[in-house]
């Protein structure tokens, strides 16, 4: 199984950056997933990293780091509609479904 | 444009029924799942198929039932056996295209009244 550990609450200024962290304990690695989910909304689909390094995609970015087991989502120039809770999900190598973490819930506040 | 799509969105429901959610996919995705998310908690599994006519139990697969005799269908009937089933339910699909990153359905609210 997979052991997944987020922030259980961040909050931030409109027009800020927060990173959200996520760390992870597996026996084999296959993948990393960001989600966003608004409140009694399905989540969204942010980044996926299979590889270390940084993906960007406009104002969000993630990184990876397999040897660590980490993982961050940078949210840049923050607005009001960002505020939602925000999912890490990892796959393991002999698996292909996904374990997820309880989930980061961001504020931004004016 | 293809999805998922779960209905009903709210369902009620009384104290010893059993009610059966929809969840119907037209991605082509060959796995599918149930999971179930509580107010502040992350999302658990409950039943996952990766195949038709195969399903595998969850972490909470207690009072639940499913079946996967399409491709496109993943019904979950929450029976009356599961003792605390006032929740928000959510269904994925998976493929390995999408190096098996969920597509949600929308969700459904059940409340137990």
């Known amino acids: 199984g997979q052991n997944i550990d987020q922030p259980t609450e961040m909050t931030a200024t409109e027009g800020a950056i927060v990173q959200i962290n996520c760390t992870y304990q597996t026996s084999g690695f296959n993948g990393l997933f960001w989600y966003q989910q608004h409140a009694g909304e399905a989540p969204t689909f942010l980044s996926y990293n299979v590889l270390d390094g940084l993906e960007e995609k406009g104002r969000f970015s993630s990184f990876l780091s397999r040897s660590k087991g980490y993982s961050y989502l940078l949210l840049k120039e923050l607005q009001m509609k960002d505020s939602a809770s925000y999912l890490c999900a990892v796959r393991d190598r002999n698996d292909y479904k996904l374990s997820f973490g309880a989930g980061t819930t961001v504020t931004v506040r004016a | 444009d293809g999805g998922i799509t779960q209905s009903p969105k709210y369902l009620f429901r009384k104290e010893g029924q059993n009610v059966t959610l929809s969840c119907e996919q037209n991605l082509n995705h060959d796995a599918m799942y149930w999971y179930r998310q509580d107010p502040g908690q992350g999302l658990r599994l409950i039943y996952y198929?990766?195949?038709?006519?195969?399903?595998q139990k969850g972490d909470i697969a207690e009072g639940y039932s499913v079946s996967r005799e399409k491709k496109e269908s993943f019904p979950l009937t929450v029976t009356s056996a599961q003792k605390n089933p006032t929740a928000f339910y959510l269904c994925?699909?998976?493929?390995?295209?999408?190096?098996?990153?969920?597509?949600f359905g929308s969700g459904t609210r059940l409340t137990v009244v």
């Open positions: 994925a699909s998976s493929d390995r295209r999408s190096n098996y990153g969920y597509t």
């Open positions: 198929s990766q195949i038709v006519n195969d399903f």
